[in-house]
């Protein structure tokens, strides 16, 4: 397996933990804030997809450049969609198409150097690792979102399970 093959293998498990996560809580919770300042579980889950598309579109440049990311017009697809199935659907579909950029672009282009978000040189396989983190970043906030509406996160009950003397 390649270290590109490798990385996508576990951003497709991390993306896979979101969208259990995204299942357990309700439809009609998915507009829940935990503060009145927040996202709510909908936009967090925008801000993923929009997030993605963003740095990956603009790590698979020749040319990258990520103060473009600040000038970048809206993503029109992402933030109609409204419904749990149709954001799950998005979020499976947005990262298959991710994924292919990545694969499109290289091996040997994704050890190119780059300027990060701090301006400091690193690989674009390094920018792809801190989108994958900003990614489970944000599953951590949704998982806060499900404990503050009462719901067992769903990796809390899987290790629960596989701890249980019962297994």
């Given at each position: 397996m390649t270290k590109i093959e490798e990385f996508l293998s576990q951003w497709d498990?991390?993306?896979?933990?979101?969208?259990?996560?995204?299942?357990?809580?309700?439809?009609?919770?998915?507009?829940?804030?935990?503060?009145?300042?927040?996202r709510s579980a909908l936009e967090l889950l925008?801000?993923?997809?929009e997030s993605e598309r963003m740095l990956v579109d603009e790590i698979c440049r020749d040319d990258t450049d990520l103060r473009r990311l600040f000038t970048r017009p809206p993503d029109t697809e992402v933030r109609v969609v409204a419904t749990k199935d149709a954001i799950v659907a998005l979020l499976r579909s947005s990262l298959a198409t991710s994924q292919?950029?990545?694969r499109r672009f290289g091996a040997e282009k994704i050890e190119q150097l780059m300027s990060g978000l701090d301006?400091?040189?690193?690989?674009?396989?390094?920018?792809?690792?801190?989108?994958?983190a900003h990614e489970?970043?944000?599953?951590?906030?949704?998982?806060?979102?499900?404990?503050?509406?009462?719901?067992?996160?769903?990796l809390t009950e899987r290790f629960r399970r596989l701890t249980s003397p019962n297994h």
């Amino acid at each position: 397996m390649t270290k590109i093959e490798e990385f996508l293998s576990q951003w497709d498990d991390a993306r896979e933990g979101l969208i259990k996560e995204v299942e357990r809580i309700p439809e009609d919770k998915l507009d829940f804030r935990a503060a009145a300042e927040t996202r709510s579980a909908l936009e967090l889950l925008y801000h993923v997809v929009e997030s993605e598309r963003m740095l990956v579109d603009e790590i698979c440049r020749d040319d990258t450049d990520l103060r473009r990311l600040f000038t970048r017009p809206p993503d029109t697809e992402v933030r109609v969609v409204a419904t749990k199935d149709a954001i799950v659907a998005l979020l499976r579909s947005s990262l298959a198409t991710s994924q292919e950029k990545v694969r499109r672009f290289g091996a040997e282009k994704i050890e190119q150097l780059m300027s990060g978000l701090d301006g400091k040189q690193i690989t674009k396989a390094a920018m792809l690792q801190f989108t994958l983190a900003h990614e489970m970043y944000h599953r951590g906030q949704l998982t806060v979102y499900q404990r503050l509406l009462g719901i067992e996160p769903a990796l809390t009950e899987r290790f629960r399970r596989l701890t249980s003397p019962n297994h």
